[in-house]
């Protein structure tokens, strides 16, 4: 595989488009891409929530971002104190990669991937002060990939002063790559006001890159940037065309939910929800709603209707 070939890989991989990974044939051993690609898919699997087809993709190698990833998986699918386990796995491997292992996370397989995997799970564990520490959080990191995990947890916890800061110090030197894109566009959604239409933009002109075209996860992202906008005519036939793509796509179906509420269209919402629950009944969303519903329902039990005219 030429550099041109991973980098393509790399760039699917960046726009979400984990599907088209996982379907994409590896190179021979010999290829000096072939770690890269390993890794690359390894995360796709992941990020589907394959985690065996992952373990087994990445097999017995003993390469620093092929253990992280290991333990990732096996954190990912792990309950209770086992999970104890893979997160200690990857604090040995951020204090491994610190002693000599060369390699940020664009070369596909360097140290940064190593950090980048374990403050995913950090950050999933809830431990998020760890997870920017490991990433180099206010250290003008100089890996993209760390960089857009730290925006993607400043806009988590509702900081994107934070998050806009460290943006600012990686446009220096990020040469307007792809990811910086997708952080700027991140950043965009969450700020809103003028820097929605910028989002929208970016979302548009990578929805006509080649291989995007089947990909959701781009399609998806563009639909919620015309809801912030208003415009829900183009939100729905973006939303509509990812969910062609992959009917079970949750985003979309999340997405479709606050379009359709909305709109007001109470058996779109009703409709949309019941397709989220049928598919993801875990998702977050439905989650809140849960809460909110129990949160209600308790404040209602307080009160009484009075009877007197």
């Not at 960046?14 to 000096?32: A, F, I, R, T």
């Not at 993709?57 to 309950?79: E, I, Q």
């Not at 997160?87 to 292992?101: A, S």
């Not at 999340?254 to 019941?274: C, M, R, W, Y």
Request: charge should be negative; aromatic fraction near 8%.
């Amino acid at each position: 595989m030429d550099s041109d070939s991973l980098f393509y890989l790399q760039n699917q991989f960046y726009l979400g488009n984990y599907k088209y990974l996982c379907d994409n044939p590896l190179p021979p051993k010999s290829d000096p891409s072939y770690l890269a690609t390993v890794c690359y898919t390894a995360r796709s699997h992941i990020a589907l929530k394959n985690y065996s087809a992952a373990l087994s993709l990445l097999g017995s190698d003993t390469s620093p971002p092929s253990r992280a990833l290991t333990s990732l998986a096996k954190y990912l699918s792990a309950t209770g104190d086992d999970k104890d386990t893979y997160l200690e796995e990857l604090r040995d491997l951020c204090i491994e990669v610190e002693d000599g292992f060369e390699g940020d996370s664009e070369d596909g397989a360097g140290a940064g991937v190593v950090k980048v995997v374990a403050a995913t799970a950090f950050s999933a564990e809830g431990e998020v002060e760890e997870a920017l520490t490991t990433l180099g959080a206010g250290c003008k990191s100089r890996d993209i990939e760390c960089v857009a995990l730290i925006v993607h947890i400043y806009l988590s916890i509702a900081r994107p002063d934070l998050a806009k800061k460290e943006y600012e110090a990686a446009k220096k030197w990020a040469d307007d790559s792809l990811l910086i894109q997708m952080v700027e566009a991140a950043i965009g959604l969450a700020v809103g006001s003028r820097t929605l239409q910028t989002a929208q933009y970016i979302y548009a002109e990578q929805v006509s890159a080649p291989g995007s075209s089947t990909n959701p996860a781009i399609l998806t992202a563009k639909g919620i940037s015309h809801i912030l906008l208003g415009a829900y005519s183009d939100a729905d036939n973006a939303l509509n065309e990812a969910l062609t793509i992959d009917p079970k796509y949750a985003e979309a179906l999340a997405a479709k939910v606050t379009l359709a509420e909305l709109k007001g269209k109470k058996g779109e919402v009703d409709e949309a929800i019941s397709r989220l629950q049928s598919s993801h009944p875990d998702y977050i969303l439905l989650k809140d709603l849960t809460e909110k519903e129990s949160a209600f329902d308790a404040a209602a039990s307080q009160f009484t209707l009075s009877s007197e005219a």
